[in-house]
């Protein structure tokens, strides 16, 4: 079994001090990120690289420790594999199936691709 | 008639009832929120070219509402580690500052709302641009203490230290085409803007409002079943590690992309 | 269980032996078999009520523009102007339509199958006191009653319910005047949460409070289908409340999610909007929801039949890991379908092919449950009870409308079905003939052990027959209908549509073979409704009046549902069941009985 079980005071000061780590190491992400952004990167998908990535790391710091998720129980771990399974799915599709959109259709919401006539449909008739 | 395993893990799961309830919950939120955020990447990359507006929000003040969920993340944890080493008055005093920085948040969150909802664009007759924050409204005139806009600059935002000078300018009200303040109905990224960070406020509250009972009235339950009381500590921590999870892809998402 | 040494639990026991007063036991009972049977009380109030917005519809299809007899004047009186003179305006129809689709699916279908039947059910089958948290039940129960309230209550408001269908595509949805789509929306959020929070209970029950020894393959075949349909209701349920939440805001705070850039509203105008959102998004949202919802309204309409098919077959279920890989597999799969309810929306060939590939993929679980029901009928000594015959007819009438779906998956062929009568034959195949018979099949099971009595038998053939008979009188035409491509959204039956036609083959036209089916499918459709009135009286009358059971296991069956006194008293078992043999062991060799229950 996992350490988890141990109820006695000094394991859980090993704990709060992984705690702490993990606080201060958010703090500095933080700081990383807005960093990034402070000193305008040339490259606009190298600001959303960098961004999404800490982000990512803080996630994982917060869901892994904070939310005991690097030792949780299987089931836990099998309802989050199924919700991310669903999760990237919804996502990827739905912005794949944005991406395969014909242009000059109205799906694309921009005003320039909208004044753009596409042809009549005959389907309407 | 009594519910096994309330507090005590089931033997094959390894789990306590709450605890599988509060992460099939959870699961469900990241499908919302998910939802959302497709909705955001629809969105912005549904927008013609330069016209999703970067840098309408304040970076710092994000910066600090983000700094604020992450500190009260931390206090929720150690609140609870306390009670798993049996010390209720540090419980108290660790959770105690989870509600403070809970309604901080709130209200940072409100002047940054409210300076939304008091920043207008006001478009006059002959399609000159003016923006910036409502200072006087009489029944025929506007003051708006801002600058004009250049064409083409619309999208540009003051985070970034706008170069134009600030100054007030009084406007006629028949000069006036449509005058329109930074609410949701502004543009489609106010619109995801507004609605992911008011639900995502919503969440804060709720689980204030949560932490707050636990940390009140519901704290009696320490004295009659003390495991019972640190399970629901550690389920209302868990809800509360989430909503700063979301706030974390939030920030960067909406402040600095 | 455990022992308690509080003083404040020894009192609360003590105090569990008074009789609880009518509030506490049937309003606000945190009994899980209580909810249930208000669960599905509710629920056939509304399957009621949405069979009666239809049959209406059905008379302004048939005989467009005249007065709708006897209940005319109703509808003129208590919605005013929408119905003048007792004639039903397209407006009125509209809103019909759409709110016909959202209660039966939301606020019938959906509670009586997962709702009524998993919480009265699933707890008993897995040999549980009650749900793992009995008072968030009863807050889904009243989370989905309010939801129910907001619904109705919309078609009294200034403009009437909801008029956009019950998909409820934007921009139209957020364009038609009045607040009926703001109240669907609500009643919408309502409903979701219910679901929800009945998600999260029934999932944690199932993993939590099974009796000792039932492993996850000793199982009833329901209790799977429960299962994989919470999940379902878990995860496909969110991404709808967030485009509820959307549409929400382009209605009450003006913004432009699902709004195009260039939206042109009546007379060609520009609607006033900042624009820039985009209508495909929200069809991909819904049907997000949408088409795992399908599988929320088989999936445990299967269970009730499997269960239902094992007991009066008296043999074991053929290939039970079959059937649980294969609702597995439908869980999954179900989340990456949606899309081929979209392939008119010009979404792009590539991305249409996906889903038409993942949409024939999914069939074969679907046909492995089938098969797998049908080949256990193979040698078994069959009781033809009413139970029996309405879950016997499940089996073609789901695979009716199972392959009549195939078509329909494929892009090609779906172009010119979209949107006819031809969608609506085949999904109410599925749900109508399909998942309404199971439940009635499961009602009837079911019965004796919630009440003490048997519904009667005699009045419950009838109730069969003609709805069998009816049923497909129903729906069978309308395939016609639909493949000569009759649309399904015309107030008047297509009257104006066929008289467009200039020679008999014109397109656009219509044959009066198919316009006169229009009557058929009507008369069909009101002796439908005449066919259940057996079904209601012998509900109620058997309360009172029905045959005794003479054993709490009167059907002879297996699972721990039935190892129970009858009814259920609250906490359900005498005694702490034990596990010790998978759910289906009829006429094993060797045995004394017939039957094994599990527990013995």
């Not at chain 3, 392939?343 to 024939?360: A, H, N, V």
């Not at chain 3, 259920?568 to 004394?592: K, L, M, T």
Request: hydrophobic share 50%; proline share 5%.
């Amino acid at each position: 079994m996992s350490d988890h079980h141990a109820h006695d005071a000094h394991d859980f000061q090993h704990h709060v001090r992984r705690y702490l780590f993990v606080f201060w190491a958010l703090i500095v992400g933080t700081i990383i990120t807005v960093g990034a952004w402070y000193v305008k990167l040339d490259s606009m998908a190298l600001t959303v690289a960098i961004a999404l990535l800490i982000a990512s790391v803080k996630a994982f710091l917060v869901a892994g420790y904070f939310m005991h998720l690097i030792s949780e129980k299987k089931m836990i771990y099998g309802i989050l594999a199924a919700t991310a399974f669903f999760f990237a799915g919804m996502m990827y599709l739905i912005v794949w199936g944005r991406d395969q959109v014909p242009q000059g259709t109205i799906h694309l919401g921009s005003r320039d691709t909208f004044q753009t006539p596409g042809s009549p449909s005959k389907a309407a008739h | 008639m009594e519910i096994p395993y309330v507090v005590q893990p089931r033997q094959d799961t390894g789990l306590y009832n709450a605890k599988v309830g509060i992460w099939l919950f959870l699961a469900s939120e990241v499908m919302l929120f998910g939802a959302l955020f497709s909705s955001y990447i629809i969105l912005r990359i549904g927008a013609a070219p330069g016209e999703w507006p970067v840098g309408l929000l304040n970076v710092w003040i994000g910066m600090g509402n983000t700094l604020v969920l992450i500190t009260s993340s931390i206090t929720v944890v150690l609140a609870w580690a306390s009670l798993k080493m049996n010390n209720f008055a540090k419980f108290k005093v660790y959770q105690g500052f989870t509600i403070l920085l809970a309604m901080t948040f709130v209200v940072i969150k409100s002047f940054e709302y409210t300076d939304k909802f008091t920043h207008y664009e006001v478009v006059l007759q002959d399609n000159t641009i003016y923006d910036g924050h409502l200072k006087e409204r009489t029944p025929t005139h506007v003051v708006i203490h801002g600058h004009k806009v250049e064409h083409g600059r619309h999208a540009e935002g003051e985070a970034h230290g706008s170069k134009t000078p600030h100054t007030d300018i009084r406007i006629e009200r028949a000069q006036i085409k449509k005058m329109e303040n930074y609410g949701p109905w502004h543009n489609t990224y106010l619109a995801i803007y507004f609605t992911l960070t008011a639900l995502h406020a919503l969440h804060v509250i709720g689980g204030a409002v949560v932490i707050g009972y636990l940390w009140g009235p519901g704290s009696k339950l320490w004295k009659t079943d003390p495991e019972r009381f640190t399970n629901r500590i550690e389920i209302s921590g868990l809800f509360w590690h989430f909503v700063d999870l979301v706030w974390i892809f939030l920030f960067p998402v909406l402040y600095l992309l | 269980m455990q022992p308690t040494t509080t003083h404040s639990h020894t009192h609360g026991a003590h105090e569990a032996h008074h009789e609880p007063g009518f509030w506490q036991k049937y309003v606000f009972s945190t009994d899980h078999k209580v909810i249930g049977i208000q669960y599905g009380v509710t629920a056939l109030f509304f399957l009621l009520f949405g069979f009666l917005l239809m049959a209406m519809m059905r008379w302004q299809i048939t005989y467009p523009q005249k007065p709708i007899p006897v209940v005319g004047s109703l509808l003129n009186a208590v919605l005013g102007d929408v119905a003048a003179g007792g004639i039903m305006s397209p407006d009125l129809y509209n809103a019909f339509g759409a709110m016909h689709g959202t209660i039966m699916v939301f606020l019938a279908i959906v509670p009586l199958a997962f709702a009524a039947f998993g919480n009265f059910v699933v707890p008993l089958q897995i040999g549980a006191v009650d749900m793992a948290f009995p008072r968030i039940n009863m807050v889904s129960y009243q989370a989905y009653a309010i939801g129910g309230v907001i619904m109705l209550v919309s078609f009294f408001i200034p403009g009437g319910a909801a008029q956009a269908g019950w998909t409820s595509y934007s921009p139209l949805a957020s364009w038609i005047p009045g607040h009926g789509q703001t109240f669907w929306i609500i009643g919408m959020v309502f409903l979701i949460t219910s679901s929800l929070l009945g998600a999260v209970n029934f999932i944690a029950t199932i993993i939590q409070l099974r009796a000792p020894g039932m492993t996850w393959m000793r199982m009833p075949f329901f209790v799977w289908a429960q299962f994989v349909t919470a999940f379902l209701l878990l995860l496909a349920f969110p991404p709808l409340e967030a485009a509820a939440i959307m549409q929400l805001m382009d209605k009450v705070a003006h913004t432009s999610f699902f709004l195009p850039t260039g939206l042109a509203v009546s007379g060609g105008e520009l609607a006033n909007i900042s624009g820039g959102g985009s209508p495909l998004l929200w069809q991909h949202l819904f049907w997000f929801l949408g088409h795992p919802e399908v599988y929320v309204l088989i999936l445990p309409a299967m269970g009730i039949v499997c269960e239902i098919i094992a007991n009066n077959t008296r043999k074991p279920i053929w290939g039970y890991k079959s059937l649980v890989y294969s609702v597995l597999a439908i869980g999954f799969l179900s989340f990456i379908v949606w899309a081929h309810h979209m392939y008119l929306t010009g979404m792009g060939t590539k991305i249409s092919t996906f889903f038409q590939t993942t949409t024939m993929i999914i069939s074969i679980p679907s046909v492995i449950i089938l098969s797998c029901l049908l080949i256990s009928l193979w040698g078994g000594s069959i009781r033809f009870n009413t139970p029996m015959l309405f879950a016997l007819a499940f089996l073609p009438m789901f695979g009716i409308g199972g392959l009549t779906g195939l078509p329909l998956g494929l892009n090609y062929s779906d172009i010119h079905l979209h949107d006819t009568y031809y969608v609506i034959a085949h999904f109410h195949y599925v749900v109508a003939p399909g998942t309404i018979f199971a439940l009635l099949a499961g009602i009837y099971f079911w019965y004796p052990k919630a009440t003490g009595r048997f519904m009667s038998e005699f009045w419950g053939k009838v109730h069969f027959w003609l709805s069998l008979i009816f049923m497909n009188a129903v729906f069978q035409p309308m395939f016609a209908q639909g493949m000569q491509g009759m649309l399904r959204r015309m107030s008047d039956g297509a009257a104006n549509y066929s008289l467009a036609k200039v020679g008999t083959d014109a397109i656009g036209g219509l044959t009066d073979a198919i316009m006169k089916s229009n009557i058929t499918i009507s008369h069909a459709a009101w002796a439908l409704g005449l066919a259940q009135i057996p079904f209601i009286i012998n509900f109620f009358w058997s309360l009172r009046h029905g045959k005794k059971v003479t054993s709490d296991n009167p059907w002879e069956a297996t699972t721990l549902d039935w190892q129970t006194p009858t009814p259920p008293p609250h906490g359900n078992f005498v005694a702490q069941p034990q596990v010790h043999r998978g759910p289906y062991e009829y006429s094993v060799p060797g045995q004394p009985k017939d039957f094994t229950p599990q527990n013995t």
